[in-house]
């Protein structure tokens, strides 16, 4: 069957439409989920569905004037709806899968769904401009077929990111667990100091005359690596401001966050020379050779808890002090002690990259198969049905 052979049917006639009923912050916890805008379900201590339903928030996931959409949900069995989603039930089993459905809504929800909320302070989606999205349908054989393959890569995508975790769980075990034989202070190890602070009218996405390419706060998100995607220049960098070398080390000086106080990145080659903000501390080894050592000794969780701890501001943004820094006793073995130290936690976090990378392949395998499958590009043929039977 080719693709100019699906059915195109609007989402109201596919389907039943529900508002949910469930206040988010107000239903009584219980034993059935309730279905939210976030990622995980809650619980209801009642039910409002008894069945399948692919569940679609009616509320702009950012707000402040943007339309988007993180995520649709798909829910089965007994459960409730939060007020702010709306529950499509298939009325045609035989026309329609709802797992289909699921993927379909997903894959497309920024094509089909997002241009259909409006509003200006608070963007919303009414049940009428819903109910005229497009729905494109294979016949049922198809979309079993789709929703199978795509069904096994989810779990193979399951499984690599739980060997993610458990390689991540293992580093900071070891990490936790090292039972080093002396200390030093930071203030011995290397030099500190924190950015200049900017005006966001001082910044530049494109390079310009006397602009200089910094790093922002942006540019040190959750994790271990820097996110270079967004580069930004700034004009008016003070001359005596400490620049990144290849053997520097980021750490996050300020931050809403209390424990994303005090998180380190390594230096890469590509920001060299680089300014970072005020929100962010340059700490230049004195020895260059120290700087692997000083990089797990700072990603250690005690460590980290230390600096969490030490932030100032009960409120708002938390902020370490650059004096009581220069304070932290690190841990600093010498010898054959250090380099085992080095080396089995660099070992660790290959395994953490390696998994991370597999992640990574698997869901852009995805997201080109769901949109080379759900273009009609390309068709599942029926004999993969004799895998899908076995």
Same mark, same amino acid.
């Given at each position: 069957m080719?693709y100019?052979?699906?059915?195109?049917?609007?989402?109201?006639?596919?389907?039943?439409?529900?508002?949910?009923?469930?206040?988010?912050?107000?239903?009584?916890?219980?034993?059935?989920?309730?279905?939210?805008?976030?990622?995980?379900?809650?619980?209801?201590?009642?039910?409002?569905?008894?069945?399948?339903?692919?569940?679609?928030?009616?509320?702009?996931?950012?707000?402040?004037?943007?339309?988007?959409?993180?995520?649709?949900?798909?829910?089965?069995?007994?459960?409730?709806?939060?007020?702010i989603?709306?529950?499509?039930?298939?009325?045609?089993?035989?026309?329609?899968?709802?797992?289909?459905?699921?993927?379909?809504?997903?894959?497309?929800?920024?094509?089909?769904?997002?241009?259909?909320?409006?509003?200006t302070?608070?963007?919303?989606?009414?049940?009428?401009?819903?109910?005229?999205?497009?729905?494109?349908?294979?016949?049922?054989?198809?979309?079993?077929?789709?929703?199978?393959?795509?069904?096994?890569v989810?779990?193979?995508?399951?499984?690599?990111?739980?060997?993610?975790?458990?390689?991540?769980?293992?580093?900071?075990?070891?990490?936790?667990?090292?039972?080093?034989?002396?200390?030093?202070?930071?203030?011995?190890?290397?030099?500190?100091?924190?950015?200049?602070?900017?005006?966001?009218?001082?910044?530049?996405?494109?390079?310009?005359?006397?602009?200089?390419?910094?790093l922002?706060? %942006?540019?040190?998100? *959750?994790?271990?690596?820097? +996110?270079?995607? $967004?580069?930004?220049?700034?004009? !008016?960098?003070? /001359?005596n401001?400490?620049r990144?070398?290849?053997?520097?080390?980021?750490?996050?000086?300020?931050?809403?966050?209390?424990?994303?106080?005090?998180?380190?990145?390594?230096?890469?080659?590509?920001?060299?020379?680089?300014?970072?903000?005020?929100?962010?501390?340059?700490?230049?080894?004195?020895?260059?050779?120290?700087?692997?050592?000083?990089?797990?000794?700072?990603? %250690?969780?005690?460590i *980290?808890?230390?600096i969490? +701890?030490?932030? $100032?501001?009960?409120?708002?943004? !938390?902020?370490? /002090?650059?004096?009581?820094?220069?304070?932290?006793?690190?841990?600093?073995?010498?010898?054959?002690?250090?380099?085992i130290?080095?080396?089995?936690?660099?070992?660790?976090?290959?395994?953490?990259?390696?998994?991370?990378?597999?992640?990574r392949?698997?869901?852009?395998?995805?997201?080109?198969?769901?949109?080379?499958?759900?273009?009609?590009?390309h068709r599942?043929?029926?004999?993969?049905?004799?895998?899908m039977?076995?």
């Amino acid at each position: 069957m080719s693709y100019e052979s699906w059915e195109t049917v609007l989402l109201g006639e596919l389907c039943s439409l529900t508002r949910g009923s469930s206040p988010t912050q107000k239903t009584l916890p219980g034993d059935y989920p309730l279905i939210v805008t976030g990622p995980e379900p809650l619980s209801s201590s009642e039910f409002q569905f008894d069945g399948e339903a692919v569940c679609v928030p009616m509320v702009s996931s950012t707000g402040h004037g943007h339309a988007s959409l993180k995520r649709v949900h798909y829910a089965s069995g007994r459960f409730a709806v939060a007020n702010i989603v709306t529950a499509c039930e298939v009325k045609n089993p035989a026309e329609c899968g709802t797992r289909f459905l699921y993927i379909y809504l997903q894959h497309f929800k920024d094509d089909l769904i997002v241009p259909r909320m409006q509003g200006t302070a608070n963007v919303s989606l009414s049940q009428r401009e819903l109910a005229q999205v497009p729905v494109r349908l294979p016949r049922l054989g198809e979309q079993r077929r789709i929703v199978d393959l795509i069904g096994a890569v989810d779990e193979a995508i399951e499984v690599a990111d739980e060997q993610c975790a458990a390689s991540n769980r293992l580093l900071r075990e070891y990490l936790e667990a090292y039972d080093f034989s002396q200390d030093k202070t930071l203030g011995e190890l290397a030099m500190m100091r924190s950015g200049p602070s900017w005006k966001a009218a001082d910044e530049s996405s494109a390079a310009v005359p006397g602009g200089e390419p910094v790093l922002g706060i %942006t540019n040190t998100p *959750q994790g271990r690596e820097l +996110d270079l995607t $967004s580069q930004k220049y700034v004009t !008016g960098v003070p /001359a005596n401001t400490m620049r990144v070398t290849p053997s520097s080390i980021i750490m996050i000086r300020t931050n809403g966050n209390r424990n994303r106080i005090g998180n380190v990145y390594r230096s890469s080659p590509g920001i060299s020379g680089f300014a970072v903000s005020a929100f962010q501390i340059i700490i230049e080894p004195v020895d260059p050779a120290d700087a692997a050592l000083l990089y797990w000794a700072l990603e %250690t969780p005690r460590i *980290q808890r230390s600096i969490s +701890d030490a932030a $100032s501001g009960s409120t708002g943004l !938390g902020n370490v /002090a650059i004096g009581w820094l220069r304070q932290l006793q690190l841990p600093y073995p010498i010898g054959e002690e250090r380099r085992i130290f080095i080396d089995t936690c660099e070992a660790l976090l290959d395994a953490v990259q390696a998994t991370d990378d597999v992640t990574r392949r698997l869901r852009n395998l995805r997201t080109e198969l769901l949109s080379s499958l759900l273009s009609g590009a390309h068709r599942i043929p029926e004999t993969y049905d004799e895998l899908m039977g076995a």
